[in-house]
């Protein structure tokens, strides 16, 4: 390694957008945020309803809101939106010297529609279109879950000339269901008027959720061959996804969309942080180092991959047979990767629906707290 270039760098380097997956309204007052942007290479940052959980628990950081919100007269749904929006607005705002000194491409913020209208296709398009002019920030991204009814709804809000980050893939079939779903959406709204270069999209492929679900039959298992596929099924599911979105791009209705300065629909590895001590904290960036792709990571995973990531150039360029042999293989032995990523998907939903929940609860308990 060149002296003074961390593994982080490198990986930055190679072509991948380092995002982090995380926020907080601490880490926008401390300044964390800003100093992760200048000095760990973070150019993004994903939410989820988990992440704001979780920040929303913490601390004193929204005691303050809390308090205006509940001499409003503001409900809980309410007071959840107006917390959520202020700290992806902020965010963004952070973002934004990114944003513009990569004409659009990174520099964005992601925040998800309530989880609870994974399977209302009309309410998931209000959602995003309430959530897209309140925050009023030209790099923010709208999250939308992969679901069968999320598909029509990525489309419309493509179409509206929003930008959307596709949350919760975990197979190759969704998956090119998603990217068409994406260029449709595009074609809309080059017919309905809209400047298409402004309008951005990554489709976020779960990564080591697979792995998490396999991993545990193979050892049931418990032969050689099962030892020998551990750990593996994820990365390749993540390889295969890659050539999938190499084959849209090479088609005619992209290339006609990228004519018309449209940006591709960029891969994001998401669910990066490592489930099982057993593997390196830093494999499921390693070993998906491509051009053109994103990694989503928790901060620890970030910072893993500054100190010791195991960077070796392009880790997805030409590995697809071997990947699709890890994946028949599995087969073989009776684990089908298409059963494990639709349990997968349903299992997605209903945690972040938990974490909603969660969420609302954690809010409400505030504001019964700050009228103490």
Do not use: C
Not at 355 to 372: H, I, K, M, N, P
Request: aromatic share 6%; charged share 25%; proline share 3%.
């Amino acid at each position: 390694m060149t002296e003074g270039i961390t593994p982080l760098d490198q990986v930055a380097d190679a072509g991948v957008a380092v995002w982090l997956d995380d926020l907080s309204r601490e880490r926008l007052r401390t300044g964390n945020l800003k100093d992760l942007v200048a000095e760990r290479r973070v150019v993004g940052v994903t939410t989820n309803p988990t992440i704001f959980a979780s920040a929303l628990a913490k601390g004193e950081s929204y005691d303050e809101q809390l308090a205006q919100l509940r001499a409003q007269g503001t409900d809980v749904d309410g007071a959840v939106f107006a917390i959520t929006t202020d700290d992806v607005r902020e965010a963004a705002d952070v973002l934004r010297p990114v944003y513009d000194a990569t004409d659009g491409v990174d520099g964005r913020v992601s925040i998800e529609v309530d989880p609870r209208l994974a399977r209302d296709a009309q309410a998931t398009v209000d959602s995003a279109r309430a959530l897209w002019s309140t925050i009023d920030r030209p790099n923010l991204f709208i999250k939308i879950p992969a679901t069968l009814d999320g598909l029509q709804a990525i489309t419309e809000v493509l179409a509206d000339g929003i930008s959307v980050n596709v949350t919760l893939i975990f197979s190759l079939e969704r998956y090119r269901a998603v990217l068409d779903a994406f260029v449709e959406g595009l074609e809309r709204a080059r017919a309905n008027g809209h400047d298409l270069a402004p309008i951005a999209s990554v489709a976020s492929f779960f990564v080591s959720r697979v792995d998490a679900a396999i991993d545990p039959r193979l050892d049931e298992i418990g032969s050689p061959e099962a030892a020998e596929l551990r750990g593996k099924a994820a990365i390749a599911n993540a390889r295969l996804a890659y050539r999938v979105y190499e084959e849209v791009v090479a088609g005619e209705r992209w290339q006609a969309l990228a004519a018309a300065g449209a940006k591709p629909q960029r891969p994001l590895w998401a669910s990066t942080g490592v489930k099982d001590k057993a593997y390196p904290d830093t494999r499921y960036v390693d070993e998906l180092v491509v051009a053109g792709v994103v990694n989503t990571m928790p901060e620890a995973t970030l910072q893993a991959v500054f100190d010791h990531g195991d960077f070796r150039g392009d880790t997805v360029t030409g590995t697809q047979a071997e990947a699709q042999d890890v994946i028949d293989r599995l087969a073989g032995l009776g684990i089908h990767i298409d059963e494990v990523t639709d349990a997968l998907e349903r299992e997605g939903v209903d945690k972040f629906e938990k974490s909603w929940a969660e969420l609302l609860d954690t809010v409400r308990g505030g504001l019964e707290q700050v009228g103490e």
